[in-house]
């Protein structure tokens, strides 16, 4: 795990780690990840009033959070074959509980987050297997701050 600090930081202090569904301990870190982005999907309404004299009022009303991960497929890691087990699943198959551990050591949990696997060992003949995976938040995720 990362040490708590301050400062800019280096990318790869960010930590991920995956457990099954129900799971209480989320301790299985994932081989090989190279690269992530998240993004942030938020709803908002929008309406006007008269007090407002025609201008905008707004409300965030809904919120959720995708995390796409690229790494290269890890034969043996625990974590890497959990990931790459979902790529031929449906339905509550496809769910994992997702930790990530920011560099400051504050963490988001994601409980039951849908895993969408969208890359699997293919490529070139001198090109190592990719595992690539989105993270979907299935519900509001469990924030922590760091100690």
Do not use: H
Request: proline share 3%.
């Amino acid at each position: 795990m990362a040490t708590a600090n301050t400062g800019v930081f280096p990318c790869y202090e960010n930590q991920f780690a995956v457990a099954a569904s129900g799971s209480t301990s989320v301790t299985t870190t994932i081989a090989n990840c190279e690269e992530f982005s998240v993004s942030f999907d938020n709803g908002v309404e929008e309406w006007y009033t008269y007090d407002q004299e025609g201008w905008k009022a707004r409300l965030r009303t809904a919120k959720s959070v995708t995390v796409l991960v690229k790494g290269k497929r890890t034969i043996g890691d625990t974590g890497n074959d959990m990931i790459a087990a979902l790529a031929y699943k449906n339905g509550r198959d496809c769910e994992l509980n997702f930790l990530w551990t920011f560099p400051d050591d504050s963490t988001v949990l994601f409980e039951d987050a849908v895993i969408s696997v969208t890359a699997n060992g293919a490529g070139a003949s001198t090109s190592v297997g990719p595992l690539e995976f989105e993270v979907m938040s299935n519900g509001k995720p469990t924030y922590t701050a760091a100690a």
